[in-house]
């Protein structure tokens, strides 16, 4: 057996409800969509000035990077002009005519005795060889 189907009756009192419902969500899906709007217009504002404000500091960061740049090259450029001149063969010959220094007269070779080695490996170095091959890392 079906079971009959129940009808909605409509009272004067459920319509009422049902309008003040209607009536308050139009009300805040209005203010909803304003806030919506203004949130999605002001993430996008927001979004703008803190990309333009972190162009500005790379802007300035390369500035700087450019100033230290060309200071260091300046410094460079002077430092390598000082360098040769302390090289300068006229400065040294100076320097060595103050300290009284000449070139020498006559020319010594001296040859110097060929290392003294010891017959045959020592066995004592063959150990610390090992040792040292074991020993971790």
Do not use: W
Not at 5 to 32: D, F, K, P
Request: glycine share 4%; charged share 20%; hydrophobic share 45%.
């Amino acid at each position: 057996m079906v079971a009959p189907e129940r009808i909605r009756v409509r009272t004067a009192r459920n319509a009422t409800r049902q309008r003040v419902t209607r009536a308050a969500r139009a009300r805040y899906s209005a203010l909803l969509q304003f806030c919506a709007v203004l949130g999605v217009t002001l993430f996008g504002v927001m979004l703008y000035v803190t990309l333009t404000a972190r162009l500005t500091s790379l802007n300035y960061a390369v500035a700087k990077a450019q100033i230290e740049r060309t200071t260091l090259q300046t410094q460079t450029a002077r430092l390598d002009d000082e360098l040769a001149a302390l090289k300068s063969d006229d400065r040294l010959a100076r320097v060595a005519a103050k300290l009284h220094m000449q070139d020498p007269q006559q020319f010594a070779q001296v040859s110097l005795p060929a290392p003294v080695h010891e017959s045959g490996p020592s066995r004592l170095a063959f150990f610390a060889g090992l040792a040292g091959f074991f020993r971790a890392k």
